[in-house]
């Protein structure tokens, strides 16, 4: 008999124990935030942006926050926008809460098969976006939906993708909310983790190469960075002083996996930056001005040739994982009210009104507008249909793009699932499919989006 | 040319041909390779398109997929076949199925180089063969030359493809032919035709199988080493065979299988690679499938043994002229 052998006691030795991390509060208690230490605003030095990677170190324990108990931008982080860009974040912020309230409703209404939200993060990724340049390339996880409205994506290309329709740009073959959008250096969302971080460095070594001015950004949630793909991230970055900022949204929760098991117990995420000598930040990732402050900060530093930085979000995920993630089911219900660092959206707005930039009637007024917005663009949408309903693309299409050029066992399988419709689908036995012919991505294919393909007995 | 040469030349004529291939990989740069495939490139190309890179498999494909992603043409090298599985989730989910998922928005024309095989007494990771791996991916494509002169066209051809391609090198032929016997004195490519490897630039589609011999007595599948131990076996046992050096794995040159084994009526599959669920297995039901009423006989197929890669007894693992010598003899009884 193998095995593990039986426990044996040696001297005095106390046997030896496997640390389980545990989260602070499950599900019936209540939140416990005395572990969290919270520096106040302003606290924090603002190093040099071609400062040497070591002099950010420090600050990696500490956190970049400019907006105060007041509401006052305070410190040397404070960006000092002027209240109309901070009015175009709040209002970024705002339609992207609204968009993703909306797309939840339209899942739970069986218009789609699955969403994911942002709430309480989008902070990092408008004022992030706010902070590049339109032609900075980014290399998103599943939660930044906020860089592409904050980039003008049309909001209906945006729920055509979700629903699989027919005016779906990537043709119904990805999961809901996987974009991409290469016009707005968006790149195209994997769902395997962690893997758009070396990437987004190849990207930025590629920028280099090239003698480009273009940087490279990229996110991960806190437990993906816990991925060999982020060693091998900071690792190159770091080798090859790659223009990339490499960003790791902490919100504390792996769908059901506190932090702590990504290695929160021990230190910050951004204090890995020091282990690989790339510049770290920690950021309040509630707080869109210091957010701001730290992507442009970074972004410059790898704009002038200064390297990579690794930036960490401190941030809540207010809501599930997904619309699959029951969250009530591993955490308690009232971390989310009782969550220390607030609300984005609640304290840039007061931060506006403390300044006299803004007022609650004006906020509603926003709201109403944001949510009339979405409300549009879902109906624009909806007329390309929603998952089922057969406005989606012909069965060939199924079978392009896999090659540049559609080899013979592919053209073989797509004449399959052609003869297999007119036995699964018999009441179209007759129509005629001009477009059902596969053909190749040089030929072309985008003008089959509009061809009719209802009624398959869904 | 020997094949390292040959493939030297590939990589020197395309990055003289296109300022967006790059070269990379673990002592590819200043050092030139530990086969020497990419000597003098760096002198001759610069740091910036030479380079070498940590020790990470995921990281080195990784950052090619992100290099594709801007618009250059990475050749990025795995020291050796046994190795590429760390940056196997950046091929799989990454490489081949950016153009599918993004419609087309971004692609990989990225050709992965990395020697591989056995009969170098390697031992476990310096032998192995997992070209199956990758012929199950859809989106990828899987090359494997047997010639200098092959290597040459088909790598030129693989880095001018827009798609993610595996150039995987047979490193116990990268300095001659190898007939299976292991005490024979080793030959070099001198005095073979394959090794008349042309000046410049030329490339051999990828897709399209080469006639080693035609014959009539049965067709041979096989690819990289086993070309060559093929090529010997039967010309010492005087078997009239047909021989298909398939060059592209996938897409594999379907026209060119079944023409010979419907002219043949018998087929003989040969891979190094272990037997179970290996590239040969598809080769034996695609020719089942497609060439039944023909088939005179079971369609044999010989191959490494299904066990790891062993060090002391790896003549009794490769599947040298013993091995299919019987095969052959069971497909000529029948």
């Known amino acids: 008999m193998h095995g593990a052998p039986a426990a044996s006691a040696r001297g005095n030795l106390p046997p030896l124990e496997l640390h389980v991390p545990e989260p602070h509060s499950r599900p019936g208690e209540k939140p416990d935030y005395s572990w969290l230490e919270i520096p106040e605003a302003g606290s924090l030095a603002r190093p040099d942006e071609a400062c040497p990677a070591s002099e950010t170190w420090a600050g990696t324990l500490g956190m970049v926050r400019v907006l105060d108990e007041d509401n006052r931008a305070v410190g040397p982080w404070d960006p000092a926008l002027d209240p109309e860009t901070l009015r175009r974040m709040l209002r970024t912020m705002a339609l992207t809460r609204a968009f993703d309230d909306r797309m939840y409703r339209g899942q739970r209404q069986g218009k789609t098969s699955f969403y994911m939200k942002s709430t309480g993060e989008e902070a990092i990724s408008v004022a992030g976006a706010f902070a590049l340049a339109a032609d900075d390339m980014v290399f998103p996880s599943y939660r930044q939906q906020g860089i592409l409205i904050a980039r003008g994506y049309p909001l209906e290309e945006m729920i055509n993708q979700i629903y699989s329709n027919r005016g779906d740009r990537l043709k119904g073959r990805q999961l809901p909310i996987m974009y991409s959008a290469r016009d707005y250096g968006f790149f195209t969302i994997s769902g395997n983790l962690a893997t758009q971080f070396p990437q987004a460095v190849g990207w930025a070594m590629a920028s280099a190469i090239k003698g480009d001015t273009r940087i490279a950004t990229s996110f991960v949630g806190e437990g993906s960075s816990a991925e060999g793909d982020f060693h091998a991230a900071m690792t190159f970055a770091a080798v090859y002083n790659a223009p990339v900022v490499l960003n790791v949204v902490n919100n504390q929760w792996a769908i059901s996996s506190y932090s702590g098991f990504a290695g929160a117990e021990r230190t910050t995420f951004a204090a890995r930056a020091a282990g690989y000598g790339v510049a770290g930040l920690r950021v309040d990732g509630n707080d869109t001005l210091a957010v701001y402050a730290a992507m442009r900060w970074a972004a410059n530093r790898a704009r002038a040739n200064g390297g990579p930085t690794l930036i960490e979000y401190f941030t809540y995920r207010a809501e599930g994982h997904s619309t699959s993630d029951d969250p009530s089911a591993y955490r308690s219900a009232q971390e989310r009210e009782e969550w220390p660092l607030g609300d984005p959206i609640m304290r840039l707005a007061n931060h506006l009104i403390a300044l006299g930039e803004w007022s609650e009637e004006q906020q509603s007024e926003m709201d109403r507008e944001v949510a009339e917005e979405v409300r549009t663009a879902t109906k624009q949408a909806e007329r390309n249909g929603v998952l089922g309903h057969g406005f989606h693309h012909p069965f060939h299409t199924m079978f392009e793009d896999v090659f540049e050029e559609l080899p013979w066992n592919l053209e073989e399988q797509a004449a399959q699932a052609i003869r297999e419709r007119e036995i699964k689908w018999p009441e179209r036995v007759g129509q005629k499919h001009s477009g059902d012919k596969p053909r190749t991505s040089a030929q072309g294919s985008t003008e089959s989006a509009n061809e009719d393909g209802r009624g398959e007995g869904q | ?334």
């Not at chain 2, 940056?87 to 990989?108: C, K, N, P, V, W």
């Not at chain 2, 990771?125 to 494509?141: D, I, M, R, Y």
């Not at chain 2, 096989?222 to 005087?238: F, I, N, Q």
Request: proline share 7%; with cysteine.
């Open chain 2, 1 to 334: 040319m020997n094949m390292i040469e040959a493939i030297n030349d590939a990589l020197d004529t395309m990055m003289g041909h296109d300022p967006d291939v790059v070269v990379f990989g673990e002592d590819v740069g200043y050092f030139g390779g530990v086969f020497r495939a990419s000597a003098n490139l760096q002198k001759k190309y610069g740091k910036s398109r030479v380079f070498d890179t940590p020790i990470n498999e995921c990281g080195i494909i990784g950052a090619a997929v992100g290099m594709a992603a801007y618009g250059l043409r990475p050749v990025p090298e795995i020291q050796f076949a046994d190795y590429i599985y760390p940056g196997l989730d950046q091929l799989i989910s990454e490489a081949a199925r950016l153009r599918y998922r993004s419609a087309g928005e971004f692609t990989a024309p990225i050709t992965v180089r990395s020697p591989f095989g056995g009969g170098i007494f390697g031992g476990q990771t310096h032998s192995q063969s997992p070209e199956a791996l990758f012929t199950h991916v859809s989106g990828l494509k899987t090359v494997i030359p047997a010639t200098p002169h092959d290597a040459k066209g088909l790598l030129i051809a693989a880095i001018e493809d827009n798609d993610p391609v595996i150039f995987l090198e047979p490193k116990r032929i990268y300095n001659g032919p190898f007939d299976g016997y292991y005490d024979r004195p080793s030959k070099t490519w001198k005095n073979h035709e394959g090794g008349q490897v042309p000046e410049g630039y030329y490339s051999i589609p990828l897709g399209k199988a080469r006639t080693v011999r035609e014959g009539a007595a049965m067709t041979v599948l096989a690819y990289g080493t086993m070309v060559h131990v093929a090529e010997s076996v039967l010309a010492e046992k005087g078997v009239d065979a047909e021989i298909l050096d398939l060059r592209t794995l996938w897409p594999l040159d379907i026209e060119a299988v079944e023409k010979s084994v419907e002219k043949t009526g018998k087929c003989l599959v040969i891979h190094e690679a272990t037997r179970t669920s290996g590239f040969g297995a598809e080769l034996v039901s695609l020719v089942q499938e497609r060439c039944f009423y023909h088939l005179e006989a079971p369609i044999e197929r010989v191959t490494g043994f299904d066990t790891p890669y062993p060090h002391s007894l790896e003549w009794a693992y490769f599947p040298g002229p013993v091995r299919i010598g019987e095969a052959v003899d069971r497909l000529l009884k029948d």
